[in-house]
């Protein structure tokens, strides 16, 4: 197990439950740019786990990342395209991995 990286569990709540079905052009386009935004991030293993949760009471994004610091983690999030069109949740985790 690596102690010298953080974990973090990330969920990115859209602006409004019915967000998945009903975007309109612009909501779209950055989304497909956050997709495009986070796609290398997974390619190096910064995101373990990176996608949307279908849930009934309405969709959201979650991911686990493991970084170098929550200064890192910090920039990542600043940088998202939706960022700002959604909002991003943070939570600390005490992970058990194998990375």
């Not at 989304?31 to 190096?44: G, L």
């Not at 983690?73 to 943070?90: F, K, Q």
Request: charged share 20%; glycine share 6%; proline share 7%.
């Amino acid at each position: 197990m690596s102690t010298d990286k953080k974990y973090y569990f990330l969920k990115l709540n859209p602006p409004r439950a019915s967000f998945v079905s009903d975007m309109n052009d612009e909501e779209r386009n950055i989304m497909q740019a956050h997709i495009a935004y986070w796609t290398p991030f997974v390619n190096d293993g910064t995101a373990l786990v990176l996608g949307p949760v279908m849930d009934p009471k309405g969709a959201y994004g979650a991911a686990v990342v493991r970084v170098d610091s929550e200064d890192m983690l910090n920039e990542i999030i600043e940088n998202d395209p939706a960022n700002g069109l959604n909002t991003y949740e943070v939570h600390p985790m005490v992970a058990v991995t194998k990375y």
